[in-house]
């Protein structure tokens, strides 16, 4: 059985994503981006005008975990936005249409409240 390896950080949040984009760039390079689900995922929403709202939006209300994916992007060496999507559960969702219809559901709004507290 594989070990779960443990990684112990601290610092400013950019010197936390540093830490954490230096440990893991292999496996994020290797492995996550690579997924035809994410490159997927990726397509629909890079550049995208949706995809600048929940930036804005982050960089509002979590600006500390903002800094700490920017500093694991520079040391992961991968865009700040393809780890923003890949962190961002509502970018998850393969058809942009699909995230109205979804994000109305009862269950799914208990799921984000139970999330963000």
């Not at 629909?44 to 995809?51: A, F, G, I, V």
């Amino acid at each position: 059985m594989d070990k779960l390896e443990t990684l112990e950080v601290s610092g400013t949040p950019e010197d936390i994503g540093f830490t954490i984009g230096q440990a893991d760039a292999d496996s994020i390079q290797k492995q996550v981006l690579q997924l035809s689900e994410f490159r997927e995922t990726e397509r629909t929403w890079q550049d995208s005008s949706y995809l600048k709202m929940l930036d804005a939006a982050a960089r509002s209300v979590f600006p500390e975990y903002v800094l700490e994916l920017e500093g694991m992007a520079r040391d992961a060496q991968v865009e700040y936005e393809t780890l923003l999507i890949f962190h961002c559960p509502m970018t998850q969702f393969r058809n942009p249409r699909n995230i109205l219809r979804k994000a109305a559901q009862p269950s799914f709004i208990l799921q984000q409240k139970v999330l963000l507290q």
